[in-house]
């Protein structure tokens, strides 16, 4: 059976509110499904995953620390996960305060690994994004992505 991990840095909950949000649409794919801090994920972890989903809050623009660490000791797999599929989610605390390039530089990570990223033409179009807590708007995203994840994973696996 397919399975996804969405792994998370979270400080104040915004960020683990959206991971939970799209952990629901994974599930309304009947797709298995582990949502983890990354603080109990382990670099190896990643390979038993079809797909993996990361999410962090936008520090200065881009990925905060404990999720830039686990992209970078993925290095030891370079390679292993390939043809996975790739997903990431962030809140900041403002409009144009940076989510979307936290977003897009977690998916450059996870394309360099060869790995498999979703747009969206109709949703957030790089990945989940909210305003500190997600708001109304945002759930709807998140769930959406996570419903389209598990999809793509089925089509693939
Ligand atoms: C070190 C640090 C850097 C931050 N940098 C930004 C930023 O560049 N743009 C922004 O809009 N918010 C920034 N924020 C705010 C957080 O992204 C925002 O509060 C987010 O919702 C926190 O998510 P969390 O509750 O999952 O920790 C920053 C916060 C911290 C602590």
Redesign the pocket.
């Known amino acids: 059976m397919s399975k996804i991990l969405i792994c998370y840095?979270?400080?104040?909950?915004?960020?683990?509110k959206m991971a939970y949000l799209i952990q629901k649409g994974v599930m309304a794919e009947d797709v298995e499904v582990d949502t983890k801090d990354v603080k109990n994920v382990q670099v190896k972890d990643l390979l038993a995953y079809d797909g993996i989903v990361l999410g962090s809050?936008?520090?200065?623009?881009g990925p905060a620390a404990p999720i830039k660490d686990l992209l970078d000791k993925s290095i030891r797999y370079h390679g292993k996960l390939q043809d996975k599929v790739g997903g990431a989610f962030s809140?900041?605390?403002?409009v144009g305060?940076?989510?979307e390039t936290t977003v897009l530089a977690l998916l450059q990570g996870l394309m360099i690994h060869g790995m498999v990223v979703l747009g969206d033409s109709e949703g957030d179009h790089y990945g989940p994004v909210?305003i500190?807590k997600p708001d109304k708007r945002a759930e709807k995203n998140c769930t959406r992505y996570g419903q389209r994840v598990a999809q793509l994973v089925k089509k693939l696996s």
């Open positions: 840095y979270s400080r104040s909950g915004n960020t683990k809050p936008t520090y200065y623009g809140s900041s605390a403002n305060g940076g989510n909210a500190e």
